[in-house]
C-alpha cells in the first residue's frame, strides 16, 4: 500500500510542477475520440509546447488544493484531459479551439489563465485573442496607416496636376 500510496504522491507532484511552469492550463473532455485522434491532437499540441496528458481528477484535485487554484476542483468530473501550455499562453487553448471544429467530441471544462481559474465559456473568448504575432501586427498596421494615407493622398494630387512631382 505503502508503495501505491508513494506513486500517487509523485504523480501528484508531476501535476503540479506542470501547472507551476504552465503559463496556462485547459482541461477538456474528449470521451468520444478515437487513439489515432487523439494522436493527432497531441502531436500538433506538443509541437506548439503544450503538453497534452490524463490523468485522474482526484491527483489533479490535490495539486490544485496545493497550489490554491481549488475553485478548479468543482469542474473536475468525468473522463478529463489536461493541456498545459508551457511557452505561449494561448496555444493550448487555441488549438483545442480549433480541433474542437473538426472533432465535435472535444468540449472545454475549465482552466487556468493569468493565475484565475476560468470556465469553458470564457476559454472560448480566451482562444478568439489575437496571439502576441498577430496583437503585433495589428499594432503596425494601426502605425502605418496615417503614412499610407498620406502617400495615396499626396500621388492622387500629383495625377491631378495639383503638385509637381521631381
Known amino acids: ?8 504522491t509523485l504523480v501528484v507532484k508531476e501535476i503540479a510542477d506542470h501547472i507551476k511552469s504552465s503559463k496556462a492550463l485547459v482541461v477538456v473532455n474528449c470521451q468520444t475520440l478515437s487513439v489515432p485522434q487523439l494522436q493527432k491532437i497531441r502531436q500538433e499540441l506538443s509541437n506548439n509546447d503544450v503538453v497534452f496528458k490524463m490523468y485522474k481528477n482526484r491527483l489533479v484535485k490535490l495539486a490544485a488544493k496545493q497550489l490554491k487554484f481549488e475553485a478548479l476542483n468543482d469542474f473536475l468530473v468525468g473522463q478529463n484531459i489536461f493541456a498545459f501550455a508551457k511557452s505561449d499562453d494561448l496555444a493550448a487553448t487555441k488549438l483545442l479551439a480549433k480541433f474542437q471544429k473538426d472533432f465535435s467530441a472535444i468540449k472545454f471544462v475549465a482552466g487556468i489563465y493569468e493565475n484565475k481559474v ?3 465559456k470564457e476559454l472560448l473568448e480566451i482562444s478568439k485573442l489575437p496571439s502576441f504575432e498577430e496583437s503585433l501586427m495589428i499594432l503596425g498596421n ?10 495615396i493622398g499626396l500621388n492622387m494630387l500629383v495625377e491631378q496636376g495639383k503638385i509637381k512631382s521631381e
Open 1 to 8: 500500500m505503502s508503495a501505491l500510496r508513494d506513486a500517487k
Open 118 to 120: 476560468v470556465d469553458a
Open 142 to 151: 494601426a502605425l502605418l496607416s496615417p503614412v499610407r494615407n498620406l502617400s
